[in-house]
């Protein structure tokens, strides 16, 4: 298997915690990346679900409008790609790490960093196994199932495993109250990416299973907590849902951005739910842009899978505005 295309401008990152007994100890990211290494807008992409695997398998997944959206992504050059779980169709399949390795050769091409959050699929089959598939593929993560990277001087990323405990007092909950007590006055905006949406619309009907559990529900409380204190405003990114909604929960912005190529999930909005369209499917990838005192994000939506050409469009709009900060911080 080739190496992984994670944090692939490596001379551009400083590495902590650099044993395994420290992966949990150790203050401040895991990964940052300086200023100067980035450009300007600071733009990144996220989005989930692409369930890799045999392109003849086009029953779990669209490996046409899969292939696509990294070509598309690939075109618009980020500083990073956040993958929202459920990037391989099965972990423990090891062909399913190949496709994605060969799928998104144009991503190492463009020296893109990608940032892949644990879902549930990474974790099929065998779980030693799957999770040695994993860390094989991104060897940067070995031993870390949650992580953190700091985008230059105004942008943190944590990377989440909902497949592990985020109850209060859990392991994976204290490294978050640390990181998150400790973030640097000059950071604007948090991001939190995981698998599984503590915010979604509520199935009554289909999809009923994939509804919020409490394991994300008690991450949503804490981040209403830490969002009316900390200088810094917070979004949520998540996959586990084939669709797109957006809402606000107590200052926290939450996305499910599970449009990847995965096969689609009807979603019966509630009206909580920012995003109104009743277009379906849902393939999308959504795109950040940091500006002066705002984030501003797009989903961008492939107009019609079935198309002879593909093309896409914007389909949902939103801006996140930074908190004011002291008179002497310079933005």
Known sequence: MTRSIFLFLAASLALFAQSSGQLLSEPGPTFRIADAQLPSPLTLISFGDQRFTDPANVRSTNPRVRRWLVNQIAAEGPAGIIMNGDIPLSGDVVNDYAVFQSETKPWRDAHLRVFPALGNHELHGDLEQALDHWWTTFPDLRSRRWYSVQFGSRVYLLALDSDTSLLPGSEQARWIDAQIKDLPSSIDFVIVALHHPPVADVQQHIQVSHNPRPNEIALRDYLSRAAATSHAVFLVTAGHIHNYERAAYEG?????????????????????????????????????????????????????????????EIRDSFDIAAKPGPPDRQR
């Open 252 to 312: 926290v912005t939450y996305l499910v951005s599970g449009g990847g190529g995965a096969v689609p999930y009807y979603v019966e909005r509630t009206p909580e739910d920012q995003y109104k369209s009743v277009v379906f499917p849902n393939y999308h990838y959504v795109k950040l842009t940091v500006g002066k005192d705002r984030m501003h994000g797009d989903m961008y939506r492939v107009v019609d899978p079935e198309a002879d050409t593909l093309r896409i």
